[in-house]
């Protein structure tokens, strides 16, 4: 939901535009029975959020109906499983659909510094512009902008943005207005309906539309999240609701007595295409200089998903794993530490990891370059580092390789591990220590240095292992996706939870030894 005070002084400008019509109307004399057959146009637009795989389906019924929509893709999350993979874009510009923008990684970007928000936006531009797209629109994730966002947005050459929840709806927006106004008020903050939810019916979505007709006329979007029957999958409309809704929309449309035109949202707004804009990641670390943020976790934050500024929850497969802080640190008395304490363990991992972001919390690296990676912890079972590297071309993050394993530990214990060579083509970093078994693990005082001027180690509490340990890095590089849903309060949480759902054993597949899942032997624990 976007809430902006200037609704209320819309109403007011309304109120004096109404007065004013009167006057108008009563100089010019003109004659009321006209009004009732003046048309008032309507303008439908069709969005899909985050490119979930299954919204191809609702392509398929837009072009059977000769109809086409928006589609504002993450593009961070292209070709995971259960999203999109990149030659569906092309099925879809191809049939006449505008391929959008949705950001990177979805973060909500009201909560982002300026440059991290214009990243996000420039970035997912730039990707699908370079793939041949013309891409005009955008779509706040979780709906959410502030004024700085939405500079960052227009700076990205976007020609309009998408909010929610500011259009009436049978369910809730009772006193909003029927549609936007073509051109929009704001083209940064477009006023949409709330996205459509599992409990609409096709009454429901065909009122949105005749509501507008019989009001005002103007420029309804309609959002939808999963086409799919999946209820599990939060909101989704099934496929054959939409197929009815579509094939109800290419008819009306088709009357002209309804002046009703369906179009993409590029073209309903019909600004101009602006240039493409670059947007480059902060440089890295200076020599000597730990490039971790907030590395012993004493800086909270209300608007990480995680409730620690610049940390998110990772893991995958089947356990459950339970994420908290505690008290006191390794060092100090009302310091924090992480603890993470895994269950149920079937397979996958879990661990605290630097938010996969553009810049403002993962370290900046340098192809060629190696890296000393540093955690001190605790633990009742083995543990190791897993490695996450960031695409320079497109900002997708990727399963890079896994540590060996170090031993579990009743006091604090600096795990230390030296990466291989960066590769070419990725410039971000995001490391931690593990669990991948039933146990608890607690963490502090993270630090990664280019081995070019790292600080000498503190020998007695060190543990060091890649120099006996062969751990040969992996030369795959792997796809990682973050489960990411609508817009709600709940399912920011589920973000949260980053890709612990959903897609077990997609993810750091274990290719070599002494990794997550892979039962080696005990000889590879290193200490
Ligand atoms: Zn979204």
């Known amino acids: ?90 099925t879809l510009a191809a049939a006449g659909n505008e391929i959008g923008g949705h950001s990177v990684t979805h973060p909500d970007m009201s909560a982002l510094s300026q440059p991290e928000a214009q990243r996000q936006a420039c970035q997912s531009r730039a990707t699908l512009s370079s793939w041949g797209y013309t891409v005009r629109s955008f779509a706040y994730p979780f709906a959410e902008s ?18 929610l929840g500011d259009v009436r709806t049978p369910y809730d927006c009772t006193g909003c207005v029927t549609a936007e106004t073509l051109p929009p008020r704001n083209a940064m903050l477009t006023r949409a309906p709330s996205q459509v939810e599992a409990n609409w019916t096709l009454a429901d979505l065909q009122q949105q539309v005749t509501q507008a007709k019989t009001d005002r006329g103007g420029w309804v979007q309609l959002t939808f999240h999963h086409i799919s029957d999946d209820a599990t999958l939060d909101p989704t409309t099934s496929p054959a609701l939409f197929a009815q809704f579509a094939q109800w929309l290419a008819a009306y449309s088709a009357d002209p007595a309804n002046a009703t035109t369906v179009k993409t949202v590029g073209d309903a707004v019909g600004t101009p295409v602006q240039p493409v804009v670059q947007s480059p990641v902060p440089g890295p670390a200076a020599p000597g200089v730990n490039a971790v943020q907030n590395p012993s976790f004493q800086t909270t934050s209300t608007t990480s998903p995680s409730g620690q500024k610049c940390w998110q929850y990772g893991g995958y497969g089947s356990n459950t794993a339970a994420f908290s802080t505690v008290t006191p640190g390794r060092t100090g008395t009302t310091t924090k530490a992480t603890s993470l304490t895994v269950s149920d363990y079937v397979d996958g991992d879990a661990k605290w990891l630097p938010t996969f972001d553009l810049g403002d919390c993962a370290p900046t690296v340098v192809p060629g370059h190696t890296y000393s990676l540093r955690e001190y912890y605790k633990a009742n ?147």
């Open 146 to 163: 502030t004024t700085k966002t939405r500079d960052a947005v227009r700076a990205c050459g976007y020609t309009s943005a998408r909010g």
């Open 381 to 527: 079972t083995v543990t190791q580092f897993t490695v996450y590297l960031r695409d320079s071309s497109t900002g997708s993050w990727h399963y890079w390789t896994s540590s060996p394993w170090y031993a579990s530990a009743a006091t604090w214990t600096q795990a230390v591990w030296t990466t291989d060579q960066i590769p070419a083509g990725f410039d971000g970093l995001a490391f931690g220590l593990n669990l991948f078994s039933n146990g608890t693990l607690t963490t502090d005082d993270v630090a990664a240095y280019d081995t070019a001027g790292a600080p000498p180690l503190a020998t007695t509490t060190t543990t060091t292992n890649s120099a006996t340990t062969p751990a040969k890095t992996s030369s795959s590089v792997s796809r990682i996706a973050p489960a990411v849903d609508a817009l709600t309060v709940r399912s920011r949480a589920v973000l949260g939870q980053l890709d612990t759902s959903g897609m077990p054993g997609q993810l750091d597949a274990p290719s070599t030894p002494g990794q997550p899942g892979a039962p080696t032997q005990p000889g590879q624990i290193a200490r």
């Open 1 to 90: 939901m976007t809430k902006d005070n200037s609704v209320n002084r819309l109403t007011v400008i309304l109120a004096v535009l109404a007065a004013l019509a009167i006057v108008v109307t009563g100089l010019l004399g003109a004659a009321p029975a006209r009004a009732a057959t003046v048309t008032k146009p309507v303008t439908v637009s069709l969005t899909f959020d985050d490119g979930n795989a299954d919204q191809m389906q609702a392509a398929q019924a837009l072009q059977q109906n000769g109809l086409t929509g928006t589609f504002y893709i993450i593009t961070g999350y292209l070709n995971a499983p259960g999203y999109m993979q990149q030659s569906d874009l092309a």
